[in-house]
């Protein structure tokens, strides 16, 4: 078993939290940014594979105190990595640093990296390494002068699905995309409207929640190459997710743009997706807005500040919007806006108000809920929240 560090965005460790919870986990740790679990192989594995709102997992080598650079140093070298990095091994340290006297992130990147290779001379009895082999990417992250020493098992961050290849301005991260989707009433059997759909992230992410399809179904991970790695247990994962997918499910989602070369990535990365035939995506500026469809969900992310030009053009949207949505009684309406004057020229009080980041960018989610759907003829209550079919795990 190995310590794990699931990281998310600033925010999003409640998703995060339900996501794992799920997936059987009900023994962690929530802290800002991260959950910290205990697992093996086969749980990291699924973990990488399902998990829509994380942005990576890790495997947590090492803790110690580093007051100085000769600290670090020590404290590097004393793990034997031969345990995890072969001789070849390609190896890539990150690093960052907050509120530690160790400030300067590349002189600790370059020490904690001559740490392993001087420890790894003395395993492999070799003075060369040509690291041409597959790729270990490493973090030294200190905070107030712990040093933690984190093996990323997932490489690329998991938002990268695979389906998004070409980009438009301001793109909304697939993972914090799905964790807007998550954190609202949607479920599959509830229309939704994305107005401001951009490249089309927002109505995707929620067709493969829906299909209960597995993030990471279609795209590598670090730890699959590492030796110490079973690597047949990726294949399983794989199989097990696909087994799990309801390919029939059908949807009402609807993405909406007044942009028609925007619209034309959105087509494109749904047709990559594989959901193309879920959504329907129309050029329509906001003011246009109109829907039959009740008790639905509309989720969106609005152009702001620099993306619309001026301060006359934002409140014309925003007042544009208010106007538009005023029409949706039935609706629970989710925006995701940076500007902080949003809800001034939107004039309506928010039922919640979440903060979030988009990048590096600080959010705020508005969110205003509608009436609850009615109850069925059968008798029994109206859609809910859909509970994940993933699969469960023993930790």
Known sequence: MFDIVVTTAFGLETVVSREMNALGF??????????????????????????????????????????????????????????????????????????????????????????????????????????????FPLEVALHKDEANLLLDTSGTGLHKRGYRTLVGSAPLKETLAAGL??????????????????????????ALIGLNRAPGLNRS??????????????????????DLEQKDRQFHIIGNDSDPKVLELARYHARQAGVDHL?????????????????????????????????????????EMALAFSSLETWSIYILSADPDFSTY???????????????????????????PPRRSSGKPGPNPPVSTSPSVAT
Not at 95 to 110: E, I, M, R
Not at 221 to 242: D, T, V
């Open 26 to 135: 009900d023994t962690y740790r929530v802290e800002n940014g991260k959950i910290t679990i205990q697992a093996g192989f086969e749980e990291i594995s699924r973990l990488n594979v399902w998990l829509r709102s994380a942005d990576r997992v890790f495997i947590k080598l090492a803790s110690f105190p580093a007051h100085d650079f000769g600290e670090l140093f020590d404290q590097a070298r004393a793990i034997d990595w031969s345990d995890f990095f072969p001789a070849d091994a390609r190896i890539d340290v990150r690093g960052k640093s907050h509120q530690s006297q160790l400030h300067s992130v590349p002189d600790c990147q370059a020490i904690v990296k001559k740490a392993i290779i001087e420890q790894l001379k003395s395993a492999y009895g070799t003075t060369w390494f040509p690291e041409t082999g597959p790729a």
């Open 181 to 206: 989707v998550k954190l609202s009433f949607w479920n599959a059997d509830r229309p939704l409207i994305d107005p401001f759909c951009g490249s089309g992230t927002i109505p995707i992410e929620a």
């Open 221 to 242: 991970f670090a730890a699959e190459a590492w030796p110490f790695f079973p690597g047949q247990i990726w294949s399983q994962k794989r199989e097990e997710a696909r």
């Open 279 to 319: 959504i329907h995506f129309q050029e329509q500026s906001v003011r246009h807005l109109q829907t039959k469809k009740k008790y639905g969900c509309l989720i969106t992310n609005p152009p702001y500040g620099e993306r619309l030009g001026n301060k006359n053009d934002l409140i014309t949207l925003y007042q």
């Open 346 to 372: 939107f004039t309506r009080k928010a039922d919640k108000r979440r903060k979030l980041y988009n990048g590096k960018i600080a959010c705020t989610y508005f969110e205003f809920f509608g009436p609850a």
